[in-house]
């Protein structure tokens, strides 16, 4: 069984699709700290004048460890604002017509007051349209030890899980021996060798939400991600 402990972000890109879509389970773990400035509340989308982040207000109270599952949006009408903003700049996608409808009711319906199930209610929806049946489960359903990389190796060890996926940023602070002690191996993943697509607004971005792929392509994303196509 292969594992995915990873937090959630808000509108991910296509490399974050890829890691649900080759494990077995996906463990959303926002029992972390809230950082500022990062995926979890925001990401990119391409404009004519380049790339442009897309942010979801939220409320940061100066509380040490705000976690993210704890953190709560501070406008109730961010999702009008992004939804406008996303119709502006991708109404000449080539799939526009296709999708916009389904975007649309995704943002009008994104009325939750913690961040954590914001970027569910976007991540599952573009998991069903991808076709990804991995199983979800939420870090709140494990005893979470202290140390950090024990952590990760008990909630595998929970579940079952032989093999634990991660990001290759992770290789600069892994403990890879607490895997290999309990047998669990590790893979790092490659975002390396993306297909190109017909993107709006060039030269050609892969790093930005995946909801640009599926703008300009539609009901063929599947193919422009490595472990689905």
Known sequence: MKALITQSNYIP?????????????????????????????????????????LTVPVEVTGKFHQKINETVVADREWNINHLRQLEQ???????????????????????????TDINLHFTKAILEFLGVRTE???????????????????????LGATT??????????????QFKKSGIDIVYSDY??????????????HGVTILDLIFNVGSQARRYLKYLS
């Not at 700049?89 to 999708?99: G, Q, T």
């Not at 634990?164 to 940023?169: D, E, I, N, S």
């Not at 390396?192 to 971005?205: A, C, D, I, M």
Request: hydrophobic share 30%; proline share 7%.
């Open 13 to 53: 890109w296509k490399g974050y699709f890829d890691n649900i879509a080759r494990c077995d389970v996906w463990v959303v773990y926002d029992d972390m700290q809230f950082t500022r400035r990062d995926w979890r509340n925001r990401n990119y989308v391409k404009t004519p004048n380049g790339l442009k982040w």
């Open 89 to 115: 700049l991708y109404r000449k996608a080539p799939c526009y017509d296709e999708i916009g409808p389904w975007v649309r009711e995704l943002y009008l319906s994104a009325t939750h007051p913690r961040l």
């Open 192 to 205: 390396s060798g993306y297909p190109e697509y017909n993107q709006l607004f060039p030269p050609f971005e």
């Open 164 to 177: 634990y996926l991660t990001g290759p940023a992770a290789k600069d602070y892994m403990e890879e021996d």
């Open 136 to 158: 979800i489960k939420d870090s709140r359903e494990f005893k979470l030890a202290e140390e950090k990389t024990e952590r990760l190796v008990s909630i595998c060890r929970d």
